[in-house]
């Protein structure tokens, strides 16, 4: 029973394509989240979700664009793929605090590569 | 804003030793939530172990302990009886209490040499 599954795993584009992540949660949790693991291996933040809404927007291009069909499910598009946005990433769940656990669980990742 | 400092970028360590991962953290929050997460290569995150800011007590996990200093804003892991399976790069994330985001370090790469 997988928790937090994302596809692909892998996804090698063309510089100018638009392309999409999806994940799905089975886990019942309220928060969903995007991050990037860059080549150094650095993790931050992009997205964060809570029941359908958008919590967190850190400084990501518009070029990105992530959408919440429920609350078990968090997909990345991204328009107009550059070179720089090569990278892993991951998404993630948690539950709310108050509610018990509240690590973040995360999917396999997914490797994008640009070129 | 929180920031975690992990200020050593590779670590190593012989087979059945024990090693110790240095993981500081800088809040202005009084409750909140620290974990370990490792990364082996095949780049699943995997929760070690996790510390509520409000328990004293030092989190443990089988051969994975931490030292949690709340005054001093330190957070380390130490692995005992090292495997070759605990051969990863490991992450130190804070949590506010109030929900959002892990704040991640820059990870530590951790080698076993049999």
């Known amino acids: 029973d997988t928790a937090v599954s994302q596809t692909p795993k892998y996804l090698v584009t063309q510089m100018g394509n638009d392309k999409s992540i999806k994940c799905e949660q089975n886990?019942?949790?309220?928060?969903m989240y995007w991050y990037k693991q860059d080549s150094k291996k650095f993790l931050k933040i992009m997205f964060s979700y809570n029941n359908k809404e958008l919590i967190i927007n850190e400084t990501v291009p518009n070029r990105f664009s992530p959408k919440s069909p429920d609350k078990a499910h968090l997909n990345l598009h991204i328009n107009s793929l550059e070179l720089g946005d090569s990278a892993v990433y991951f998404c993630?769940?948690?539950?709310?605090?108050?509610?018990?656990?509240?690590?973040?669980?995360f999917g396999q990742g997914t490797r994008l590569t640009v070129v | 804003a929180q920031t975690v400092t992990q200020s050593q970028p590779e670590m190593s360590v012989q087979e059945a030793e024990t090693v110790t991962l240095s993981c500081t953290y800088d809040?202005?929050?009084?409750?909140?939530?620290l974990f370990w997460y490792k990364q082996p290569p095949s780049r699943q995150m995997i929760l070690v172990i996790r510390q509520e800011a409000y328990k004293q007590q030092n989190a443990t996990e089988n051969r994975f302990s931490v030292n949690f200093q709340k005054a001093a804003k330190s957070f380390s892991l130490k692995i005992s009886d090292s495997q070759l399976g605990d051969a990863a790069m490991y992450f130190c994330?804070?949590?506010?209490?109030?929900?959002?985001?892990?704040?991640f370090g820059d990870g530590t790469t951790l080698t076993v040499k049999p």
């Open positions: 994330a804070y949590r506010k209490w109030s929900a959002g985001k892990s704040t």
């Open positions: 809040t202005s929050e009084s409750d909140y939530y």
């Open positions: 993630a769940s948690s539950q709310d605090p108050g509610r018990g656990n509240t690590e973040a669980f």
């Open positions: 886990l019942g949790h309220d928060t």
